[in-house]
């Protein structure tokens, strides 16, 4: 069981940066692939990125590509988002997800935990 509580959200203008952190706890986080996901107003929730349990393998949407970052922390059991150069469309709730088997996939029904969210508004 892996419970994961995201922190790091609020309201930013356009053009700013935020980073969001995901805390785990559970047993074995490390071996773990992490995600970070996000869903706007009667949207679907959609992959914004994804990394594998060594840090090895990242994935970015299109969307996010050169402005977001995502790395972790096993040491600490923390997963993070940095986000730039913020966008009216970045708008969304963010969740983090927890995905056994090591590595990544930008499938929302493939991970086994997810936290509980954290709004993240950018105003033009």
């Known amino acids: 069981q892996v419970q994961l509580v995201e922190s790091g959200g609020g309201l930013v203008q356009a053009g700013s940066s935020l980073r969001l952190s995901c805390a785990a706890s559970?047993?074995?986080?490390?071996?773990?692939?992490m995600g970070w996901f996000r869903q706007a107003p009667a949207k679907e929730r959609d992959c914004v990125a994804t990394i594998s349990w060594n840090s090895g393998i990242k994935y970015y949407a299109d969307s996010v590509k050169g402005r977001f970052t995502i790395t972790r922390d096993n040491v600490k059991n923390t997963v993070y988002l940095q986000m730039n150069s913020l966008k009216p469309d970045d708008t969304a709730v963010y969740y983090c997800a927890a995905k056994r088997n090591m590595y990544g996939s930008p499938r929302a029904n493939q991970y086994d935990y997810w936290g509980q969210g954290t709004q993240v508004t950018v105003s033009s």
């Open positions: 559970g047993r074995s986080f490390s071996s773990y692939a």
